[in-house]
């Protein structure tokens, strides 16, 4: 039966740490995936710009065996009106998987159900499920299983990486504080997914308008930019109090560490000085994209034994 990778709830919580365990051991060398998409093609369909997705993607299928076909939206005829069940069923009978960045997890939803083939979400307006599987391995890899002890702030917008990182907070039993500007606040749908996840793993999610109290103490202070693609036109002074500062990191723990998915904004989210004193791990945070993401197509097209 093919898996597809839309919401990060398409894994288990189990799934999850299998596949953060087992990039692990494939970044440090200490195990193979082989060559899973030998033979296969896996079609990339982007409407939005991208670099670490795309480059991560395609490096990652290359190094799989595979072969990585990439498309801008416009240039398929989805874009002059074909009905998306049916640029699913004819992408199907081509391909051995695609690959999407867009605007609209509806439409990505409708290709999946459609495909016979897994589709996997490389970026919608609601969800980056690539993104913090991702993160989470970057967590592990720096904490281990102490990573359950720390606490994450997430200060800016609610967005789709606000909403996925809330779940998969939930998903492996972390302590995540969430503050963006009122009216800014993430998504109730995933805030709930979140909270049942977080039941029975033992994670805490919580939610304010009040970056001092998110930031209050904590171990990681995350933070994406505070305008997305298409978002325009925002009123950028409510999130002001929001920049990720020494002011802010001074409320939090000594030695805190500084998250962010990219592309930055500096001067918005997050300051100059601030970025660069954690480039590091920032730019590890970037490279894993690949190290994860390659260990999910092998689970996916393969399957991953522990």
Not at 51 to 59: C, L, P
Not at 94 to 101: S, T
Not at 109 to 126: D, F
Not at 218 to 243: C, H, R
Request: with cysteine; charged share 25%.
């Amino acid at each position: 039966m093919k898996r597809d990778f839309v919401d990060l709830w398409d894994l288990t919580p189990e799934e999850v740490n299998l596949i953060i365990g087992k990039t692990l051991k494939v970044k440090r060398r200490e195990e193979e995936l082989g060559k899973p998409l030998a033979g296969k093609s896996i079609a990339l369909i982007f409407t939005k710009p991208s670099t670490r997705t795309r480059v991560s993607f395609e490096v990652g299928i290359y190094q799989l065996g595979g072969n990585a076909m990439f498309f801008q939206e416009r240039e398929l005829q989805v874009s002059r009106g074909e009905d998306v069940k049916d640029t699913a069923r004819t992408l199907s009978r081509y391909v051995d998987g695609v690959i999407v960045r867009n605007h609209s997890h509806m439409w990505l939803k409708e290709l999946a159900k459609y495909s016979s083939v897994p589709v996997i979400n490389a970026l919608t307006e609601r969800s980056h499920p690539c993104q913090i599987l991702s993160d989470l391995f970057t967590l592990y890899e720096s904490f281990g299983d102490e990573m359950k002890n720390l606490k994450i702030a997430y200060v800016g917008d609610g967005n789709n990486v606000c909403n996925t990182l809330m779940v998969g907070a939930g998903m492996t039993g972390l302590k995540l504080f969430v503050a963006t500007p009122e009216g800014y606040e993430p998504s109730s749908y995933y805030y709930k997914k979140a909270l049942e996840f977080a039941m029975d793993t033992g994670g805490e999610v919580e939610i304010t308008n009040d970056p001092l109290e998110a930031v209050k103490d904590a171990d990681i202070v995350y933070t994406d930019v505070w305008v997305s693609m298409g978002e325009e036109g925002k009123n950028l002074e409510v999130f002001k109090p929001f920049q990720v500062n020494e002011e802010l990191l001074s409320k939090a723990k000594n030695g805190v560490k500084v998250m962010h998915c990219l592309p930055a904004k500096k001067g918005q989210e997050i300051t100059e000085d601030v970025f660069e004193k954690n480039a590091d791990f920032i730019f590890t945070q970037a490279e894993n994209r690949l190290h994860t993401q390659k260990t999910l197509l092998a689970f996916l097209f393969r399957g991953l034994q522990a």
